[in-house]
């Protein structure tokens, strides 16, 4: 990392600057939309990923396909992996805290992670409560299977979500699953009279307030990635297609044949998602995709999704 | 040939509400005279990534038809040109990979009018930094005669909201949002800053322009204030 202190910004005219403010946590997320967000394990992969395109790199110890091979508690990735990365690119860098684990998270923002991703590929430290996340200054990321897990992760101070799909699978029907879920259940809300979101705000068990604000808007008030399965440039395109404003590539990119030619043709397939000629063209001669498992080879204790509450 | 689609899209569609209800709170612009100042000229956003649907809403707000651009065939179109906020090495390697770098460079070399925030300011720069001053080698555009310093203001953690005072702007304070913002340095003879903010380093520049080139660091799509839109608009408008 570099030794220089970071210029903090001395008092502007008018009000004192604010750091930690949920515009700015959220506006960040905004800034990565139509991009890829790719697992590293190491510097070498944060810059195949950088070179690559990517908008930001998920520093982890082992993406979730090797997760799943070696067993046994998942955890906050070893801070001099974390360094090491931050200090191999230029671009934002997030490592994932275990759900609930609030001193790996205070952890993570003290090495000036740029996002924190609250992730059921760990495994859980809680199983009843996530972090409360409004006190951070850095932002997090939050997975979701649906609208009502989405908005009560936002009610705890999520600005980005992305839905879970199942990661390390390299089987993109649960992140379809959850993508459809999410945006049908928002088209729903929009459907519905004033007086009918208290009701559909205790079926989706989420804050009154955020089910109207998606009700008015027909959009999350925050920025929504897809995850967990995508291994392919016309995977990433068809999330796109279905609503995600951007893509997280877990294994499906490191593990698979030739990972640069991989990770740049994901990430023009999700800038042209709606041009079938660009994906084609970079669909060609990538080499083998991850092996993956097909999600109904797992059993339901193999699942990741359903962690989070 | 089809036109550039923007992400977020798929979700809103079919929901006619959507763009007027998820307009941002703010001070918004005068109602517009078409008839005082002509047509309303066509404002393109460069479309390959970052934050692209803020600004085409407050382009339209400012009086511009808006048009999302991702190809030579729509940069050709187009009257002037915005760069969003994003990342400035994603969106500089998907120019050069889309063949949209030397047309564009053409274009701004030949007096296109262009606003750059952020990421997009980076790449309107003539160089760039890191946060400690190495320089980062990456395709820009070099229209505007800064050199940039990437994160100047540190990571995530730093990123920080405040009030500006703006030059050519009328009214209040801007709000500003910096998220890993760059500030603006070696400005050339013919750039003005329009706004500084005082740091531990001294004040820096962080609105530009030169000509009928504009760049901010921060992000005033965040804000739903569109004063500086309307000055782009302006610019755009204004002849050569």
């Known amino acids: 990392m570099s030794d220089q202190t970071p210029s903090q910004p001395a008092t502007a005219p008018g009000a004192a600057p604010q750091v930690g403010t949920d515009r700015v946590k959220r506006g960040f997320a905004d800034m990565l939309k139509g991009g890829v967000i790719m697992d590293v394990v190491d510097p070498e992969q944060a810059r195949i990923a950088e070179e690559a395109g990517a908008v930001a790199v998920m520093a982890l110890e082992r993406v979730p396909a090797d997760i799943r091979a070696h067993g046994g508690v998942a955890r906050m990735s070893d801070p001099e992996v974390i360094e090491a990365i931050q200090a191999a690119v230029s671009i934002p860098v997030m490592a994932k805290a275990r759900i609930g684990h609030a001193v790996e998270a205070q952890v993570l923002q003290s090495l000036g992670v740029d996002y924190i991703d609250e992730s059921e590929v760990l495994t859980p430290a809680d199983e009843a409560h996530h972090i409360d996340k409004q006190p951070f200054t850095v932002p997090f990321v939050c997975g979701a299977t649906n609208l009502g897990e989405a908005l009560r992760r936002i009610g705890e101070g999520a600005a980005m979500i992305r839905s879970k799909g199942e990661a390390g699978t390299g089987d993109v029907v649960e992140a379809t699953r959850h993508m459809r879920a999410i945006a049908g259940e928002i088209r729903r809300l929009t459907t519905l009279a004033p ?28 920025v929504l990635f897809t995850a967990g399965g995508v291994a392919t440039p016309a995977d990433a395109a068809f999330m796109m297609q279905l609503g995600a404003d951007g893509v997280f590539v877990g294994s499906g990119i490191f593990k698979s044949g030739d990972p640069a030619k991989r990770a740049r043709a994901i990430v023009e397939a999700t800038t042209f998602a709606w041009d079938p000629q660009v994906v084609a063209k970079v669909s060609r001669g990538l080499g083998e995709a991850m092996v993956g498992s097909g999600i109904h080879t797992l059993e339901s204790s193999e699942r990741l999704a359903g962690r989070g509450w | 040939m089809r036109a550039t689609r923007v992400p977020g899209e798929a979700l809103a569609r079919g929901h006619q509400a959507t763009r007027e209800a998820a307009r941002p709170a703010g001070p918004q612009p005068a109602a517009h005279d078409p008839e005082a100042e002509g047509p309303p000229p066509t404002v393109g956003v460069l479309a390959l990534q970052g934050d692209v649907l803020e600004h ?10 808006a048009v999302p651009v991702a190809r030579t065939d729509e940069l050709a179109a187009v009257d002037g040109l915005l760069l969003p906020g994003g990342e400035s090495t994603t969106i500089g390697r998907l120019l050069e990979l889309f063949g949209l770098r030397a047309p564009l460079q053409e274009r701004l070399a030949a007096g296109m009018p262009a606003f750059g925030t952020c990421a997009g300011a980076i790449l309107l720069g003539r160089a760039t930094t890191l946060d400690d001053g190495t320089p980062s080698p990456q395709p820009l555009l070099g229209a505007l005669d800064v050199v940039t310093r990437r994160n100047a203001f540190g990571r995530q953690v730093a990123s920080f909201e405040a009030d500006l005072d703006v030059g050519e702007l009328d009214g209040a304070a801007l709000h500003a949002v910096f998220i890993r913002a760059p500030w603006f340095e070696q400005l050339g003879p013919a750039v003005h800053p329009l706004a500084h903010v005082p740091t531990s380093q001294g004040e820096q520049a962080v609105v530009v322009r030169q000509g009928r080139i504009l760049a901010s660091a921060f992000h005033p799509e965040l804000t739903g204030d569109a004063r500086l839109h309307q000055r782009f608009v302006a610019l755009v408008r204004q002849p050569a």
């Open chain 1, 195 to 222: 007086e009918e979101r208290y009701a559909a705000a205790k079926e989706l068990r989420a804050p009154v307030d955020l089910v109207e604000e998606v009700a008015e808007t027909g959009r999350l008030p925050v």
């Open chain 2, 56 to 65: 085409l809403r407050l382009l339209e707000a400012a009086g511009a038809h």
